[in-house]
Protein backbone atom coordinates (compact mmCIF):
# COMPACT_ATOMS: atom_id res chain seq x y z
CA UNK A 1 0.00 0.00 0.00
CA UNK A 2 1.42 3.53 -1.25
CA UNK A 3 0.13 6.28 0.95
CA UNK A 4 0.25 10.17 -0.16
CA UNK A 5 -1.49 12.65 1.81
CA UNK A 6 -0.70 16.77 1.41
CA UNK A 7 1.83 18.01 3.55
CA UNK A 8 2.79 14.81 4.53
CA UNK A 9 5.85 12.22 3.61
CA UNK A 10 4.70 9.15 0.71
CA UNK A 11 4.87 6.50 2.39
CA UNK A 12 4.72 2.72 1.76
CA UNK A 13 3.80 -0.63 3.91
CA UNK A 14 3.55 -3.97 2.93
CA UNK A 15 3.28 -7.23 4.90
CA UNK A 16 3.53 -11.14 3.99
CA UNK A 17 2.54 -14.28 5.86
CA UNK A 18 5.42 -16.19 4.39
CA UNK A 19 5.31 -19.88 5.40
CA UNK A 20 3.70 -19.28 9.00
CA UNK A 21 0.40 -20.66 9.87
CA UNK A 22 -0.71 -16.92 9.93
CA UNK A 23 0.36 -13.32 9.79
CA UNK A 24 1.46 -12.09 13.36
CA UNK A 25 2.77 -9.15 11.92
CA UNK A 26 1.18 -5.36 12.27
CA UNK A 27 1.44 -1.81 11.61
CA UNK A 28 -0.06 1.65 13.10
CA UNK A 29 0.01 4.98 11.32
CA UNK A 30 -1.59 8.00 12.53
CA UNK A 31 -1.45 11.61 11.93
CA UNK A 32 -3.39 13.63 14.91
CA UNK A 33 -4.86 16.66 13.65
CA UNK A 34 -3.02 19.83 13.74
CA UNK A 35 -0.01 17.42 14.78
CA UNK A 36 3.37 17.52 13.33
CA UNK A 37 3.37 14.75 10.55
CA UNK A 38 2.79 10.71 11.65
CA UNK A 39 3.46 8.03 13.55
CA UNK A 40 4.74 5.28 12.55
CA UNK A 41 4.71 2.00 14.98
CA UNK A 42 5.59 -1.95 13.47
CA UNK A 43 5.20 -5.04 15.73
CA UNK A 44 5.68 -8.70 15.32
CA UNK A 45 3.65 -10.86 17.11
CA UNK A 46 5.99 -13.36 19.65
CA UNK A 47 4.69 -16.73 18.14
CA UNK A 48 2.53 -18.14 15.91
CA UNK A 49 -1.16 -18.14 16.84
CA UNK A 50 -3.80 -15.91 16.94
CA UNK A 51 -2.85 -14.35 20.58
CA UNK A 52 0.24 -13.14 18.99
CA UNK A 53 -1.44 -11.62 16.26
CA UNK A 54 -3.99 -10.03 18.34
CA UNK A 55 -0.86 -8.22 20.62
CA UNK A 56 0.85 -7.04 17.27
CA UNK A 57 -2.67 -5.12 16.05
CA UNK A 58 -3.28 -3.63 19.96
CA UNK A 59 0.24 -3.09 20.07
CA UNK A 60 0.91 -1.03 16.97
CA UNK A 61 -2.31 0.82 17.09
CA UNK A 62 -2.23 1.95 20.76
CA UNK A 63 1.19 3.37 19.72
CA UNK A 64 0.68 5.33 17.03
CA UNK A 65 -2.22 6.48 18.30
CA UNK A 66 0.23 8.47 21.51
CA UNK A 67 0.35 12.21 21.08
CA UNK A 68 3.97 12.87 19.75
CA UNK A 69 4.43 15.45 22.58
CA UNK A 70 4.77 12.44 24.56
CA UNK A 71 7.25 10.84 22.67
CA UNK A 72 8.13 7.44 21.87
CA UNK A 73 8.99 5.78 24.97
CA UNK A 74 5.74 6.75 26.09
CA UNK A 75 4.22 5.44 22.79
CA UNK A 76 6.06 1.95 23.65
CA UNK A 77 4.34 2.21 27.14
CA UNK A 78 0.91 2.92 25.71
CA UNK A 79 1.10 -0.45 23.46
CA UNK A 80 2.55 -1.91 26.94
CA UNK A 81 -1.04 -0.72 28.61
CA UNK A 82 -2.88 -2.44 26.44
CA UNK A 83 -1.58 -5.31 25.84
CA UNK A 84 -1.30 -6.12 29.60
CA UNK A 85 -5.12 -5.67 29.38
CA UNK A 86 -5.27 -8.92 27.03
CA UNK A 87 -5.05 -12.14 29.18
CA UNK A 88 -2.34 -13.25 26.64
CA UNK A 89 -0.11 -12.63 23.81
CA UNK A 90 3.07 -10.58 22.91
CA UNK A 91 4.71 -8.68 20.50
CA UNK A 92 8.04 -7.06 20.15
CA UNK A 93 7.45 -3.29 18.88
CA UNK A 94 9.36 -0.33 17.04
CA UNK A 95 7.63 3.24 17.08
CA UNK A 96 8.80 6.16 15.01
CA UNK A 97 7.63 9.70 15.54
CA UNK A 98 8.32 13.26 13.98
CA UNK A 99 10.69 15.43 15.24
CA UNK A 100 10.51 18.91 16.29
CA UNK A 101 13.29 19.97 13.81
CA UNK A 102 12.80 17.24 11.05
CA UNK A 103 13.65 13.22 11.16
CA UNK A 104 12.26 11.04 13.90
CA UNK A 105 12.85 9.89 17.13
CA UNK A 106 12.59 5.88 17.76
CA UNK A 107 11.84 3.91 20.66
CA UNK A 108 11.67 -0.13 20.03
CA UNK A 109 11.66 -3.54 22.28
CA UNK A 110 12.88 -6.65 20.74
CA UNK A 111 14.53 -7.45 17.29
CA UNK A 112 11.80 -5.11 15.68
CA UNK A 113 14.24 -2.69 13.85
CA UNK A 114 14.31 1.07 12.48
CA UNK A 115 16.92 2.16 9.55
CA UNK A 116 17.74 5.78 8.46
CA UNK A 117 17.52 5.43 4.58
CA UNK A 118 18.42 9.16 2.01
CA UNK A 119 18.61 7.60 -0.99
CA UNK A 120 22.22 5.86 -0.78
CA UNK A 121 23.50 5.56 2.76
CA UNK A 122 21.44 3.13 4.95
CA UNK A 123 21.94 3.58 8.40
CA UNK A 124 20.92 0.97 11.14
CA UNK A 125 19.07 3.03 14.59
CA UNK A 126 18.39 0.39 16.81
CA UNK A 127 19.90 -2.76 18.39
CA UNK A 128 18.44 -5.80 18.46
CA UNK A 129 17.30 -6.56 22.41
CA UNK A 130 17.97 -10.37 21.66
CA UNK A 131 20.13 -12.93 23.60
CA UNK A 132 22.44 -13.33 20.47
CA UNK A 133 22.98 -8.99 21.05
CA UNK A 134 23.56 -9.87 24.85
CA UNK A 135 26.45 -12.25 24.97
CA UNK A 136 27.47 -10.33 21.45
CA UNK A 137 28.57 -7.21 23.65
CA UNK A 138 30.45 -9.60 25.88
CA UNK A 139 32.24 -10.88 23.60
CA UNK A 140 30.86 -14.29 24.42
CA UNK A 141 30.15 -17.10 22.01
CA UNK A 142 26.98 -16.83 20.36
CA UNK A 143 24.59 -19.89 18.65
CA UNK A 144 22.02 -19.09 16.04
CA UNK A 145 18.90 -19.89 18.32
CA UNK A 146 20.21 -16.74 20.44
CA UNK A 147 19.34 -14.94 17.32
CA UNK A 148 15.99 -15.77 17.81
CA UNK A 149 15.62 -15.17 21.53
CA UNK A 150 14.35 -11.49 22.77
CA UNK A 151 15.22 -10.05 25.79
CA UNK A 152 12.46 -7.30 25.97
CA UNK A 153 8.94 -7.03 24.43
CA UNK A 154 6.33 -4.45 25.08
CA UNK A 155 4.54 -6.42 27.67
CA UNK A 156 7.84 -7.68 29.78
CA UNK A 157 10.24 -4.64 29.40
CA UNK A 158 10.80 -2.22 31.87
CA UNK A 159 10.82 1.73 30.82
CA UNK A 160 14.88 2.12 31.47
CA UNK A 161 15.23 -1.25 28.81
CA UNK A 162 13.05 0.52 26.16
CA UNK A 163 16.03 1.24 23.57
CA UNK A 164 15.79 4.81 22.18
CA UNK A 165 17.58 6.50 18.97
CA UNK A 166 17.08 10.18 17.20
CA UNK A 167 17.98 10.74 13.06
CA UNK A 168 17.61 13.87 10.97
CA UNK A 169 16.96 12.19 7.95
CA UNK A 170 13.96 11.99 6.32
CA UNK A 171 14.27 8.50 4.69
CA UNK A 172 12.97 6.02 7.00
CA UNK A 173 12.74 2.15 7.23
CA UNK A 174 10.88 -0.26 9.79
CA UNK A 175 11.15 -3.51 9.42
CA UNK A 176 10.13 -7.19 10.93
CA UNK A 177 12.59 -9.66 11.55
CA UNK A 178 11.26 -11.53 8.21
CA UNK A 179 12.57 -9.16 6.41
CA UNK A 180 16.04 -7.62 8.06
CA UNK A 181 17.43 -11.45 8.80
CA UNK A 182 17.04 -12.93 5.29
CA UNK A 183 18.07 -9.26 3.92
CA UNK A 184 20.78 -8.55 5.78
CA UNK A 185 21.90 -4.06 5.26
CA UNK A 186 23.71 -5.29 2.20
CA UNK A 187 20.40 -6.76 1.01
CA UNK A 188 17.87 -4.13 1.39
CA UNK A 189 20.12 -1.29 0.31
CA UNK A 190 20.25 -2.97 -2.73
CA UNK A 191 16.59 -3.21 -3.06
CA UNK A 192 16.20 0.19 -2.29
CA UNK A 193 18.88 1.95 -4.70
CA UNK A 194 16.53 0.37 -7.55
CA UNK A 195 14.13 3.39 -8.56
CA UNK A 196 10.61 2.73 -7.57
CA UNK A 197 11.18 0.22 -4.83
CA UNK A 198 9.84 0.10 -1.27
CA UNK A 199 7.96 -2.13 0.85
CA UNK A 200 6.48 -4.23 -1.39
CA UNK A 201 9.87 -5.14 -3.14
CA UNK A 202 11.62 -5.29 0.00
CA UNK A 203 8.64 -8.09 1.74
CA UNK A 204 9.32 -9.85 -1.79
CA UNK A 205 12.97 -10.33 -1.72
CA UNK A 206 12.99 -11.43 1.79
CA UNK A 207 11.03 -14.22 0.71
CA UNK A 208 12.52 -14.87 -2.15
CA UNK A 209 16.02 -15.23 -0.01
CA UNK A 210 13.91 -17.98 1.99
CA UNK A 211 12.59 -15.98 4.68
CA UNK A 212 10.24 -18.40 6.89
CA UNK A 213 8.82 -15.62 8.91
CA UNK A 214 6.17 -13.17 8.33
CA UNK A 215 7.41 -10.34 6.74
CA UNK A 216 6.76 -6.69 7.33
CA UNK A 217 8.05 -2.82 6.02
CA UNK A 218 7.16 0.60 6.09
CA UNK A 219 8.94 2.73 4.06
CA UNK A 220 8.83 6.06 4.49
CA UNK A 221 10.84 8.07 1.07
CA UNK A 222 13.59 10.40 1.37
CA UNK A 223 13.23 14.24 0.41
CA UNK A 224 14.82 14.34 -2.99
CA UNK A 225 17.28 16.62 -1.66
CA UNK A 226 17.94 15.42 2.11
CA UNK A 227 20.95 17.26 3.31
CA UNK A 228 20.67 16.90 6.80
CA UNK A 229 20.92 12.82 7.23
CA UNK A 230 22.86 11.75 9.62
CA UNK A 231 24.74 9.24 8.35
CA UNK A 232 25.40 5.68 10.38
CA UNK A 233 27.31 2.58 9.47
CA UNK A 234 25.16 -0.04 8.00
CA UNK A 235 24.84 -3.42 10.22
CA UNK A 236 23.59 -6.61 9.35
Not at 14 to 22: D, E, H, M, N
Not at 45 to 68: E, H, K, M, Y
Not at 83 to 102: N, Y
Amino acid sequence: MITTRPGYPRWHTASAQGPRSLNADAVGAYAAAGGPGIVFALADGVGDDPAAARAARIASAAAARTPVHKGPVEAVLAAQRAVREQTAGDAVLVVAMPAAHGGYRIAWVGDARAYAWDGTTLGRLTTDHTLAEYFRARHQPVTPRMEHVVTTSVRTAKPEEIGTAETTSAGLLLTSDGVHKPLTGSGIRAVLAQPGTGAAELVEAALARGGSDNATAVYVEPLEADSTTVRFPVAA
